[in-house]
């Protein structure tokens, strides 16, 4: 092994190996300190840098779709259900929280929405709860935590026309009707109530 060993740093040193340091040919092969499956090589063309991007415009009274995480109280728990030892070590489950009535990132016209349509599910602190356990992936649960709030207010957004006098008067009926079938089996029911009864003297 000695005899490999002295041979090989022979080989580097008739090459000039201590003048380049980044690269050389030995065998015909090409020696560097970067794998060839490096992403400067792969995408060379490509910026690596990794970064966040800017939010999005204000589109007026319209939800833009960028929701702050800095602004939301983001926990993580054990998922229950199945899925071995790794449910009982990983916190997967993720708890998303905040505060409906001061949150700046949601319209305000959307927010009073909100907040009459999701008036029975806020905590008493005023926090509006999402939760998500859907994957094992801590990073999968909260991108559908995100999605869930997204797709709530923009389901809020959507302006539902008024109804027509047709519609409305078709309620009506259907109303009317309800009531007097109501009222028919009551009566009826009453009517056998009576009938079961035994005759009193009076009717004697």
């Known amino acids: 092994m000695n005899k490999i060993c002295t041979r090989y740093l022979n080989i580097l040193n008739k090459i000039g190996f ?8 030995v065998l015909g092969r090409n020696l ?3 794998s060839d499956l490096s992403l400067d090589k792969i995408y060379p063309n490509s910026r690596l840098k990794i970064f966040t991007p800017n939010p999005p415009a204000s589109t007026g009274d319209k939800f833009s779709g960028y929701i ?12 229950s259900g199945p899925g071995g030892q790794h449910v009982n070590t990983v916190n997967t489950k993720v708890d998303l929280r905040f505060k409906l009535n001061e949150v700046d990132w949601i319209p305000e016209k959307t927010k009073q929405k909100l907040m009459i349509g999701l008036q029975n599910k806020i905590t008493n602190e005023g926090y509006y709860v999402i939760k998500s356990d859907l994957t094992r992936s801590q990073q999968l649960n909260l ?3 995100l999605e869930k709030l997204r797709s709530l207010i ?26 007097r079938e109501r009222l028919f089996l009551k009566r009826q029911r009453s ?13 004697l």
């Open 154 to 179: 923009r389901q809020y957004e959507i302006e539902t026309p008024p109804p027509k006098e047709e519609t409305l008067e078709k309620i009506r009926k259907r109303q009317l009707k309800s009531a």
């Open 32 to 34: 560097c300190f970067k």
């Open 143 to 145: 991108a559908d935590a």
């Open 18 to 25: 201590q003048k380049s340091y980044t690269s050389s040919v």
């Open 191 to 203: 009517q056998t109530k009576i009938d079961r009864q035994s005759p009193s003297n009076v009717d």
């Open 68 to 79: 702050p995480l800095e602004k939301l109280n983001i926990t993580y728990s054990r998922s």
